[in-house]
């Protein structure tokens, strides 16, 4: 999740509520990654992204976003709605083959 602001809650306020109520979950700060280039796109330089102390402190993070937004994942992706629809399209083509395998 990248990092809007160099202060809690790093440009995501619609996570703070659920910091505050469980700040086991709460980011530790910010880390700095430089992008690398690609065949599909362009370097965009250094970002910055929140940092968790825990896949779990993300991941809960993550799921609260989503449910907040009714289980529409691409509110994940971005507040704008066409974009919103253009990601959840995506990830319906994603197949979960680790766990289809077990099924």
């Given at each position: 999740?990248?990092?809007?602001?160099?202060?809690?809650p790093y440009g995501w306020?619609?996570?703070?509520?659920?910091?505050?109520?469980?700040?086991?979950?709460?980011?530790?700060?910010?880390?700095?990654?430089?992008?690398?280039?690609?065949?599909?796109?362009?370097?965009?330089?250094?970002?910055r992204f929140v940092k968790?102390?825990?896949?779990?402190?993300?991941?809960?993070?993550?799921?609260?976003v989503i449910n907040k937004?009714?289980?529409?994942?691409?509110?994940?992706?971005?507040?704008?709605?066409?974009?919103?629809?253009?990601?959840?399209?995506?990830?319906?083509?994603?197949?979960?083959?680790?766990?289809?395998?077990?099924?």
């Amino acid at each position: 999740m990248e990092a809007f602001s160099d202060i809690s809650p790093y440009g995501w306020h619609k996570c703070e509520s659920f910091w505050t109520n469980n700040h086991n979950y709460h980011p530790i700060g910010i880390l700095k990654m430089k992008e690398n280039t690609s065949a599909l796109m362009e370097s965009r330089g250094e970002r910055r992204f929140v940092k968790f102390d825990t896949i779990e402190a993300a991941m809960m993070t993550v799921a609260d976003v989503i449910n907040k937004a009714d289980g529409n994942g691409g509110a994940w992706n971005s507040n704008d709605v066409t974009v919103q629809k253009k990601y959840s399209d995506y990830l319906a083509t994603v197949l979960p083959r680790y766990t289809n395998s077990l099924a």
